[in-house]
């Protein structure tokens, strides 16, 4: 039987890169899965959690348990989101009565590379991208979800594809969420840093695990007219899909 997943799709990946979580789902059923959709999914809280606001926060992690109570698996192409469902909920429900489900659910919720990799046993997906690619990793995947070679894993085995390793590629983009209004100039420099970066790698694309910091990325290295574009993994993956 196919294995069953229900995919938690981000905010940013909702309002602004919806070809992400559709990318996701292909990867996913090319993967074997099957997939489905809980519609009543809304924001997992972050922002309001990494702000201090715990009490705003509170009713999205309550609402996610309740949504997804059912689910057998949760996969989501961010390592940002998957981290506060993972390791957060636990932290921001610690005196609630749903404590427990949070810790459980966060068994069972996935950042889609670890999940690919790490729970099916899964890096070649048949897919084909004849570009240069380096990689960005996000600070929430590598530094809470400890995933550091899962992404690269997959990245290898995309036919046609050359790696190319980036400098500092493990430095933060400068985005943290809402760090990047509250501390406009400090998260610029820190972009403009990364997009240099990126620049000196030769790459045509580079890639991360989570839209957030590929979305901030995109913004510096077109301010800069850069010849390097962003691309979430998910849409790598499914490229040159043929069914």
Not at 117 to 143: E, I, M, N, Q, W
Not at 170 to 186: M, N, S
Not at 192 to 198: L, N, R, Y
Request: hydrophobic letters at 40%; a neutral charge.
């Amino acid at each position: 039987m196919p294995r069953r997943v229900s995919l938690f799709v981000p905010c940013f990946v909702d309002q602004l890169l919806p070809e992400v979580a559709v990318d996701t789902v292909r990867v996913l059923r090319r993967a074997g899965c099957e997939v489905d959709f809980p519609k009543d999914q809304t924001c997992c809280g972050q922002p309001g959690f990494n702000s201090g606001y715990w009490n705003d926060a509170r009713p999205c992690a309550e609402r996610f348990l309740r949504v997804f109570k059912d689910a057998e698996t949760v996969v989501c192409p961010s390592g940002s989101c998957t981290t506060m469902v993972r390791v957060f909920y636990p932290e921001l429900l610690a005196s609630s009565s749903l404590h427990s489900d949070a810790i459980a659910m966060g068994q069972r919720t996935f950042e889609l590379s670890e999940f690919l990799v790490k729970v099916l046993g899964v890096t070649d997906l048949g897919a084909t991208f004849p570009h240069t690619v380096t990689y960005h990793a996000s600070c929430h995947g590598l530094r809470e979800l400890k995933l550091r070679d899962e992404p690269l894993q997959l990245l290898r085995k995309v036919n046609g594809l050359k790696l190319v390793e980036m400098a500092r590629s493990e430095e933060c983009c400068g985005f943290g969420g809402t760090f990047a209004t509250k501390f406009g100039d400090i998260s610029v420099a820190m972009g403009t840093a990364k997009a240099e970066s990126v620049e000196s790698s030769g790459a045509d694309f580079v890639t991360a695990i989570d839209p957030s910091c590929l979305m901030h990325v995109q913004g510096v290295l077109g301010k800069r007219k850069s010849r390097p574009q962003t691309i979430h993994l998910a849409s790598i993956l499914a490229s040159g899909e043929t069914s």
